[in-house]
């Protein structure tokens, strides 16, 4: 199912990491894609045998694959094997997938941060949470294209309770805007667990406190790019502290989960620990500001294995239409209950230029153009992206599950979806034709009990 064609599409990356200068203010193009890196993750391949092949069937299944196995994944029957190096990875596959035992293989895949351009607006208002038609970096907003958050304050900013992954680059955990809301570990942070190197909760991590780094394996998520950091603000920054900015919730117990390195490129492997993590310690969101292509069944297979949690999803930012299968962003694209797919929408109410859109494949749109958020070092910028739109839809998830923590993942999604503001430009372009409106969420909620 695999083999030419595969290195062609993955070599394009998003030039993200390279123009983080604030002096070169500008939307980012619908072709801001460059072949800046090649994106192949060299001689690694995902292989998933077929349901209740024993060790017995598997091990003699990779020797006549020629493929040792690096590391088992955390789906049943799916493991991580070498190749050997990068050219035999098609062959590989070939010969695994020829295999009796073998329900399929494909080689794992690079994600990276759906882009996040910043400007110079460093002092720019939120015009996502509310927008009052002043001027914002060279554009007039509309009033009131905003996703009316304050009305949804008066009920609720928020709950401890409510776990929220962030799967991707880290997050800067000592930013006095985050720190509040950073998720602990229970079964890791009692006296004398936190740093003894031992595996306290039994989950196959050592001192995972305050989440993990898949990229690294350790228990530090910190963010050195800065993509996870500004992410988890839009989400949940401490509002009402007097300082910087607000999040769309105020309070949320955020989970940092690192599968992004230091230039915002990650491998599908590491997300599917990741995802298979944030269930496991009862995340209700994750927020998946990344994507790629192509398709991975494993990718998917691990999504649809956590149907308890929401994954709220960037749709991508090449500007095109993710209906067309040549060019659908994954994980956004996967057509499953507990997805929904994000768009960036601007202060004027259309669609930022770089968004990616699809009529029957992406759900909803969400301000993603000149966003304000936290970054590290304390500061804070504003960026743009489908990835800046996607924490502004989590953030609402979490709103709702603080006051209806009752509602499954499809309820919490048909009131996403159902509490959306229609408006012209996403007609056609979008499911709903909509924007995210929190200020309708919790009465959409309320109708789903
Ligand atoms: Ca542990
Ligand atoms: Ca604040």
């Not at 239409?321 to 768009?343: E, G, H, M």
Request: net charge positive.
């Amino acid at each position: 199912m695999i083999a030419a064609g595969w290195a062609a599409a993955l070599g394009l990356t998003m030039a993200i990491a390279a123009a983080l200068s604030p002096a070169h203010a500008r939307e980012p193009s619908a072709h801001s894609v460059s072949p800046e890196r090649p994106a192949a993750v060299g001689d690694e391949i995902l292989v998933r045998f077929r349901p209740g092949a024993s060790r017995r069937e598997r091990g003699p299944a990779r020797r006549r694959a020629g493929a040792p196995i690096r590391a088992k994944l955390p789906l049943d029957g799916l493991q991580l094997v070498d190749a050997g190096r990068p050219s035999a990875v098609a062959r590989t596959i070939a010969d695994l997938e020829d295999d009796p035992e073998v329900l399929y293989a494909e080689a794992d895949r690079r994600r990276t941060s759906t882009a996040a351009m910043p400007d110079d607006d460093l002092f720019g208002r939120q015009w996502g949470l509310e927008n009052r038609g002043g001027w914002l970096a060279g554009e007039r907003g509309i009033a009131d294209a905003d996703i009316d958050a304050r009305a949804t304050w008066r009920t609720t900013t928020g709950s401890a309770r409510v776990k929220v992954a962030v799967i991707d680059s880290g997050i800067s955990a000592s930013h006095p805007e985050l720190a509040p809301n950073l998720w602990t570990n229970a079964g890791e942070a009692g006296p004398g667990r936190r740093s003894n190197g031992r595996d306290d909760d039994g989950n196959g991590l050592r001192d995972d406190v305050h989440g993990w780094d898949f990229v690294a394996d350790d228990p530090r998520p910190a963010d050195d790019h800065g993509h996870g950091t500004h992410v988890a603000g839009t989400l949940a920054a401490r509002g009402g502290n007097g300082r910087g900015v607000a999040g769309v919730a105020w309070r949320a117990a955020i989970m940092p989960l690192r599968v992004l390195d230091d230039d915002a490129h990650g491998k599908v492997s590491d997300g599917i620990r990741a995802y298979r993590y944030a269930a496991a310690k009862g995340a209700r969101v994750v927020n998946l500001s990344l994507g790629g292509d192509p398709f991975s069944r494993a990718e998917r297979d691990a999504i649809a294995a956590a149907p308890r949690t929401l994954f709220v999803i960037a749709a991508g930012n090449d500007g095109s239409d993710n209906d067309d299968p040549r060019k659908a962003r994954y994980p956004c694209s996967y057509p499953l209950a507990n997805v929904v797919c994000v768009a960036a929408s601007t202060s004027r109410d259309r669609l930022a230029s770089f968004s990616n859109q699809g009529r029957s494949s992406v759900d909803l749109a969400a301000p993603g153009a000149r966003i304000m958020s936290t970054l590290p070092g304390r500061d804070y910028g504003s960026w743009s992206g489908t990835s800046m739109a996607t924490p502004h839809v989590a953030g609402a998830a979490a709103l709702i599950l603080a006051t209806h923590p009752q509602l499954s993942v499809a309820q919490v999604k048909a009131a996403l979806l159902g509490g959306s503001e229609r408006r012209p430009a996403f007609a056609g372009r979008t499911v709903t034709g909509g924007r995210l409106n929190v200020g309708r969420l919790l009465d959409a909620a309320a109708r789903q009990r």
